[in-house]
């Protein structure tokens, strides 16, 4: 990118977009969106990992003297706990464990022991978080979460391309506006030249020389602007590409493809509706917020139930005075049993703030489906109004093309007619300007025919195969 114009090959059109995909500072920051969400979702799923867990207790007590003729006594008690736990989708927790408890003492009448157990228990959530709706609410939200973002990252694909095909179109415009003004410019010196001979044949005035340097003036100092805008165009498209920094001369420029002379004529209406509706990222995008509220909701009426769980578990015991692995031979042999069941209530009095947060989920969600709507009515608008951009800049286009060829023909007429004594410089000069802003017209009518038509692919989505990219070329980190 650092070639001057005239040096070097020229940048292609899909080159520039290459190197956009790969390079762009902001595409380069929304990349990292789809994967920030992936880790939601493996955060989420996470919630129904299998787990382990242990404890290890040491309880240490010392009894004060009753009377004078009693001694205190010390019992210490050591409990350690190992398990696993493994929570379900249905509102179900299970839980497997075995545990050690050893009773040490120096009372009369009490002896140590060793007692050994293994159990399995079960939680189940019989209202509030009860069924695989709510439990895998969050879940689910964070898949739609991550295909959303998935959707935001192409459409920041799609606006660089767009923004990317534009800038460089931009940049051939300024080259080929520049050329004009350099053609001007001969032009100019041209009419100088013969006006200077006129005048030392008698032919002309030295008013005539006057006006002819000063018209070679004008143009002069309009090919300062036009270099600027090239050099301003160019540091526009690098910036898109990724490649600006403050090794590059200030005049530094690369060469593009020259503009296009002819288009493909405009599709239908009705065959842009179509495609924009199947393809177009922000109707999607909408949709998953919408349903991502909807899960909202759910959680949200979960939260307004009671809570009831049933527990249950059973489990077989082992003990020994003296040695706990003959403990734990007991629990093996079923020398002991255990089981129990339970049902645990609660419920905030009046439910105010859960109810309060039902309230805002309804809410919010009526908030996404109106917004959707408005998204669609926005959307064909924006459709509607590139259509007729396209139509238009191609009638501007034709009615441009006949301009230039006209004024070409006159500025050739009325130069011929100067030559030969009938008609005045005044008359030349003004037929030139007129061949000027007809030429810098048509120009203008090109860039804007681009224009529409990239803006008109950006909002259907096929800017990517209008290049030959696929989205699995695209996406890929």
């Not at 393809?279 to 919408?290: H, S, W």
């Not at 089981?339 to 309804?362: C, H, K, N, T, Y």
């Not at 017209?441 to 090109?446: C, E, K, P």
């Amino acid at each position: 990118m650092q070639a001057t114009e005239g040096e070097g090959s020229v940048l292609q059109l899909r080159e520039a977009i290459h190197r956009a995909l790969e390079h762009n500072l902001s595409l380069g920051i929304a990349r990292l969106d789809p994967r920030i969400a992936d880790d939601a979702v493996a955060i989420e799923e996470a919630a129904f990992d299998f787990s382990l867990f242990g404890t290890a207790d040491y309880v240490r007590r010392d009894r004060p003297v009753a009377t004078d003729v009693t001694e205190g006594t010390e019992t210490t008690t050591r409990r350690y706990t190992f398990g696993a736990r493994q929570p379900f989708s249905t509102g179900t927790r299970v839980t497997a464990e075995t545990a050690l408890v050893e009773r040490d003492t120096n009372a009369e009448q009490a002896i140590g022991s060793r007692d050994a157990e293994f159990t399995l228990g079960l939680n189940q959530s019989l209202w509030q978080g009860f069924g695989r709706e709510v439990n895998l609410a969050q879940l689910r939200r964070a898949r739609i979460g991550s295909e959303t973002e998935r959707l935001r990252f192409r459409a920041a694909i799609l606006d660089i391309l767009a923004q990317t095909e534009t800038a460089y179109w931009d940049l051939a415009y300024a080259y080929r506006d520049r050329e004009l003004r350099e053609s001007s410019i001969r032009v100019a010196e041209s009419l100088l030249e013969e006006t200077r001979e006129r005048e030392r044949l008698g032919l002309a005035t030295r008013l005539d020389v006057l006006q002819a340097r000063a018209n070679l003036a004008e143009r002069q100092e309009d090919i300062l602007v036009a270099q600027q805008e090239v050099e301003s165009a160019h540091d526009r498209l690098l910036i898109l590409l990724g490649a600006l920094d403050e090794t590059l001369a200030l005049d530094a420029t690369s060469r593009v493809s020259a503009l296009p002379d002819t288009f493909l004529e405009p599709p239908e209406f009705s065959t842009v509706w179509r495609r924009t509706l199947d393809r177009n990222p922000d109707t999607l995008v909408q949709e998953g917020v919408v349903e991502q509220r909807r899960l909202d909701r759910v959680v949200a009426r979960d939260r307004t139930r009671p809570t009831v769980d049933l527990s249950a578990g059973v489990g077989v015991l082992g003990v020994d005075i003296d040695d706990r692995w003959r403990a734990y031979d007991g629990a093996i042999n079923k020398d002991g049993h255990y089981w129990r069941v339970g049902v645990q209530f609660s419920m905030p009095w009046g439910f105010a703030a859960e109810r309060a947060g039902l309230r805002q989920a309804d809410r919010r969600l009526e908030q996404e489906e109106i917004r959707m709507v408005e998204i669609k009515q926005r959307l064909l608008e924006q459709t509607r109004r590139a259509w007729r951009q396209l139509r238009t800049s191609e009638e501007r286009l034709s009615a441009a093309n006949l301009t230039l060829e006209l004024q070409e023909e006159s500025f050739a007429q009325e130069r011929s007619r100067y030559e030969t004594g009938l008609s005045t410089f005044r008359a030349v000069l003004e037929s030139q300007r007129d061949l000027d802003n007809a030429r810098s017209s048509r120009l203008r009518a090109v860039i804007e025919r681009i224009r529409a038509e990239v803006d008109l692919n950006r909002i259907d989505g096929t800017l990517l195969e209008r290049h030959g990219f696929t989205w699995d070329e695209v996406e890929a980190p």
